[in-house]
């Protein structure tokens, strides 16, 4: 009879030790599911966009440094395919990022509708929205003004790290840089803060250290090819020319491509 207790009581321990251990294994997939933004209770993305745009982003730019320019693409509300070339380009570009469900934004519509408005910065005006899958494309097509440049493009949004509308970002294209950007709660801010971004040198100097890349890398590419010509003038000189065997010691020679089977 004592052997037997003896024997349930083992059993049980070891029942409890693997129930233990289960309930922490599952503490750990769940804890390591969270941590990815795999839980249960994590918001559908496209409910949580669409959340996004209906309120307010924070007064001022988000922190860290700004993301660099990225051309963006779309559609349009009437649904024709739209790119934006945003590099290279001359003209810099205030990206003013809305939704038709921002309250915000409705004095933003209204005021794209003017054919006096003057874009600050003497840049160009586009105004990006979400894709059509995660934005009224019905309401937009009340909302735009004609004449104005509308590009529907969730992944603009996640380009330029837009967290909620209205959002605007002044753009250089020459130097590829966000010079400016931030919320605004109406025309008369936006046209400060690009202000501001121009008068403090911003622009300037942007534009300065992207000549100063381009320079470095002409440099670099210069001394490459320095280097390449004497490499070339020394195995001249030991008699070694293109196509020599000696510069291909593990086939003996170039490898011929393949001829066209057509």
């Not at 795999?38 to 209906?54: F, I, K, P, V, W």
């Not at 195995?235 to 491509?257: F, H, K, N, Q, W």
């Amino acid at each position: 009879m004592t052997a037997l207790v003896v024997t349930l009581a083992v059993v049980v321990a070891l029942l409890v030790l693997l129930v233990v251990s289960l309930l922490r294994s599952h503490a750990e997939i769940l804890r390591t599911l969270h941590d990815a933004g795999l839980g249960h209770e994590a918001d559908d993305s496209t409910t949580a966009r669409r959340a996004a745009t209906s309120q307010v982003a924070p007064n001022g730019p988000p922190s860290g440094p700004s993301p660099e320019a990225r051309d963006i693409s779309g559609v349009t509300p009437d649904g024709d395919a739209v790119a934006v070339g945003i590099l290279g380009s001359p003209t810099p570009t205030l990206l003013s990022f809305l939704s038709s469900g921002c309250l915000t934004c409705r004095e933003f519509w209204e005021a794209f509708g003017d054919p006096r408005l003057e874009v600050p910065g003497d840049a160009r005006l586009v105004v990006v929205t979400m894709s059509p899958e995660d934005e009224s494309v019905s309401a937009l097509r009340r909302l735009v003004p004609e004449q104005t440049l509308v590009v529907m493009s969730t992944a603009a949004w996640e380009a330029y790290e837009v967290a909620g509308a209205p959002y605007f970002a002044y753009v250089d294209g020459m130097s590829g840089a966000v010079v400016g950007e931030g919320t605004a709660s109406n025309w008369d801010r936006v046209r400060d803060m690009v202000n501001e971004s121009v008068d403090d040198g911003a622009l300037a100097s942007s534009r300065r250290r992207s000549a100063a890349r381009k320079t470095r890398a002409a440099r670099r590419h210069l001394a490459d090819r320095e280097r390449e010509a004497r490499a070339d003038d020394a195995l001249l000189a030991a008699g070694i020319s293109p196509g020599d065997a000696r510069l291909y010691p593990a086939t003996g020679g170039p490898v011929e491509p393949d001829p066209d089977p057509s």
